[in-house]
């Protein structure tokens, strides 16, 4: 797979624009030089970037979408969303709700505070080699840790988080430290971190709210510094921004903060962000958009964008109290991934790690699974682009991918016909030029042409033992169009 760095290099040169705009124009494109940080003027940095009247930014950018970049090319991730109760704390403290605060009087003793989890969280089973290993053989390409979530305590041991984190508290390890070195030493996977803006009962986060964002405490003494901190320390090449608190970049500094990471920080020019930098850049601007929690759209979009969906149906994070069926099964998950890359998108399945630093087995058995798929079915996944068509209009659960170099288009189908013949309304065939194969089977399949378009294919008499793989199938068709 090639590299990040390997795509800078030799990437085809652009023609620079002159681009003055706001948070969106930081998030399409990546700059490369004359940039100012946001609300001190816009000056006249060079000769190629004059001085206009622009409400945030001034810079000379190469004509480049992010979604050029490696994540382009990958379709499959996994999410690790590691922290005390996700959020439990906002329905137990904030919204009282009844079944968590019954839950709490009955299991802690009184005055009980939410702090008071830290030490319970302990990760003594916690090894990083063993979760690197595990990743590596579900198939996916990145991970993303979450390095703090809205409770605010952050995992590693943050200058800007003084007694509420992993290494004061409770575990007393660098989480992230410690998983990002088992994942550079033990696979290819790119490594990304998560990071929540904003902290639910922060003082000073709630003062400023208070304020109407009109004071920036907040991020310029917590956030902020945070961010600095994690991308200088581990250099992950995924920054995963969520959790605006309603409030708009300006009060996050979001422009100044992507200004440095894609000019001065050591990431430079293999990081890639998502689209949660402040109200109103959700699904609007962003290397890759997210949209909203578990989004699939079933259709084509324009933009890189991911799909971060959990295999708990219930839960991001873990629940000791989940029944088999609130696991999406193998089907489900094959089935998500496929709808998502046909679409254009990534797939970003979040496990949720137990406190004392476990993966638990039904999350293992799925990663595994997928990964078992992905190793026959890989080439109809990784690097492939959205087809003409997403989806087949005669028969459903059929979902196309394409690698138009090569002039290969595949159908991914979710059920095996017990005809034994799969009709495609979509493909058009030229006879004596296309060539069909079930991928993971050596021999060439016989099809005919329907009368206006499309084609019928007969599959290979196959013992169950015999299939390529279980969960779903990939034909690879070639001189379709």
């Known amino acids: 797979m090639t590299l990040p760095s390997e795509l800078s290099r030799h990437r085809p040169p652009r023609k620079a624009q002159q681009i003055c705009g706001d948070i969106g124009h930081w998030l399409r494109v990546r700059g490369r030089e004359g940039f100012i940080y946001p609300h001190e003027g816009c000056i006249e940095l060079s000769s190629t970037c004059p001085v206009t009247e622009c409400a945030s930014v001034c810079m ?50 009184p005055g009980f505070r939410y702090e008071d989890f830290g030490p319970l969280f302990t990760a003594e089973f916690f090894d990083p080699n063993q979760w690197a290993d595990i990743l590596k053989a579900s198939g996916a390409k990145y991970v993303v840790l979450t390095s703090k979530h809205h409770e605010g305590f952050t995992l590693w041991g943050s200058k800007y988080s003084w007694n509420w984190n992993a290494v004061d508290v409770g575990p007393k390890r660098d989480l992230v430290g410690e998983l990002a070195t088992s994942i550079r030493n033990r696979t290819d996977l790119h490594f990304g971190l998560y990071h929540s803006l904003f902290e639910w009962f922060n003082p000073l986060f709630l003062e400023d709210v208070t304020n109407a964002f009109k004071t920036r405490m907040f991020p310029t003494s917590k956030s902020l510094p945070e961010l600095y901190e994690i991308v200088t320390k581990y250099q992950p090449e995924i920054i995963w921004s969520d959790g605006n608190g309603n409030a708009p970049d300006s009060y996050w500094n979001s422009t100044g903060f992507l200004a440095w990471l894609y000019n001065d920080s050591p990431v430079r020019d293999t990081v890639v962000t998502n689209d949660r930098w402040g109200v109103g ?15 699939n ?15 708990d149906k219930q839960s991001w994070g873990y629940r000791r109290d989940a029944k088999l069926d609130d696991y999406l099964t193998i089907e ?25 630093g476990r993966i638990a087995a039904i999350f293992e058995e799925r990663l595994r699974q997928m990964g078992t798929w992905l190793q026959v079915n890989g080439e109809a996944i990784y690097g492939t682009t959205p087809w003409r068509a997403q989806n087949d209009s005669i ?38 030029e296309t060539e069909v194969r079930l991928i993971g089977h050596k021999e060439l ?32 068709m070639t001189n379709v169009s």
């Not at 979408?65 to 704390?89: K, P």
């Not at 759209?297 to 295999?311: A, F, R, V, Y």
């Not at 489900?332 to 679409?343: A, D, G, I, Y």
């Open 395 to 432: 028969t459903p659960e059929v979902w196309y991918t394409s690698q138009p170099r090569e002039g290969r288009v595949f159908a991914l189908f979710l059920n095996w016909p017990i005809s034994g013949t799969l009709a495609l309304g979509e493909p058009q065939a030229m006879l004596g």
């Open 332 to 356: 489900e998950l094959v089935k998500q991934l496929v709808e998502t890359v046909s679409c254009g998108g990534n797939l970003l399945m979040n496990i949720g790690p137990t406190r004392d």
């Open 60 to 109: 000379q950018i190469q004509n480049e979408d992010f979604s050029s970049l490696y994540l382009h090319n990958i379709s499959a991730a996994v999410f690790l969303l590691w922290c005390f109760t996700v959020f439990f704390r906002w329905y137990w403290q904030k919204e009282k709700r009844a079944p968590y605060v019954k839950f709490m009087e009955a299991n802690y003793p």
């Open 281 to 295: 850049s959700i699904c609007r601007h962003g290397g890759f958009y997210t949209c909203s929690d578990r989004y």
């Open 297 to 311: 759209p079933g259709h084509l979009l324009p933009h890189k964008w991911e799909n971060c969906m959990t295999i």
């Open 445 to 476: 399949l016989k099809w005919a042409a329907l009368e206006e378009k499309g084609m019928v294919v007969a599959l290979p008499q196959l013992s169950l033992k015999q299939l390529p793989c279980q969960w779903g199938w990939a034909l690879q």
